[in-house]
């Protein structure tokens, strides 16, 4: 279990670290935002890389288990994956800490840190189970491909929202979280929702 002290460094360095980057936060800076001595930094991580990596996954962590509880409900297929695409979108577009943090890891790492991010506890069984999921919807397209769209539209619709808002596009309301959840979807399975019946 995570003591108060620790849970806090890590939202702390969640936050910090989604708004300025690996380089550019200090163990120095996190303890000043934290509030804490140098010492108690150093007393729960080793360094600033481990903290890092830890913080990551912790962001990943709260999402994970939530979005396998959507994709293994007792829902017919098409109803999990909605729910599913609902969370992932609603957190990326209200956490800016996860989905932030989320860009940062693509962007800032090298071949073996993907490879170790696509492995993680918290991504590969949210992954299988949504996969698993549209391969129950037997719509002939690639299970894999499907799973991993439905990530990329979500990361790219929130990265993008300001400008989408901008423009603005009729058809995409980027604040209401299940509507752009079943554009995603329909989207993906190159279906519209309303032409499929859920069960």
């Known amino acids: 279990r995570q003591s108060k002290l620790r849970k806090r460094l890590l939202e702390e360095a969640g936050i910090l670290f989604a708004r300025r980057g690996f ?15 140098l010492s108690d930094m150093y007393r729960h991580f080793t360094d600033k890389a481990e903290l890092y990596r830890i913080a990551c996954a912790n962001a990943r962590q709260e999402g994970g288990d939530r979005y396998i509880a959507a994709l293994s409900s007792a829902s017919p297929p098409l109803c999990r994956l909605i729910a599913f695409t609902t969370l992932l979108y609603r ?6 800490r996860y989905s932030r943090l989320f860009v940062r890891e693509l962007l800032d790492s ?10 993680d506890n918290f991504f590969r069984p949210q992954f299988e189970y949504a996969t698993a999921c ?4 037997d719509f002939g397209l690639s299970a894999e491909s ?7 539209l979500a990361l790219g619709y929130v990265q993008m929202r300001d400008f989408g808002q901008a423009i603005p596009i009729a058809d995409l309301d980027f604040e209401n979280d299940d509507a752009m959840a079943r554009t995603i979807v329909s989207m993906v399975l190159r279906k519209d929702l309303a032409s499929i019946t859920p069960g």
């Open 110 to 119: 090298d071949d073996e840190m993907i490879a170790a991010l696509v492995e």
């Open 134 to 137: 549209v391969k129950q919807l």
């Open 146 to 152: 499907v799973a991993y769209s439905i990530y990329v």
């Open 23 to 37: 380089d550019k936060v200090t163990i120095r800076g996190l303890a000043d935002a934290a509030q804490v001595r």
């Open 91 to 96: 957190d990326m577009r209200t956490d800016q």
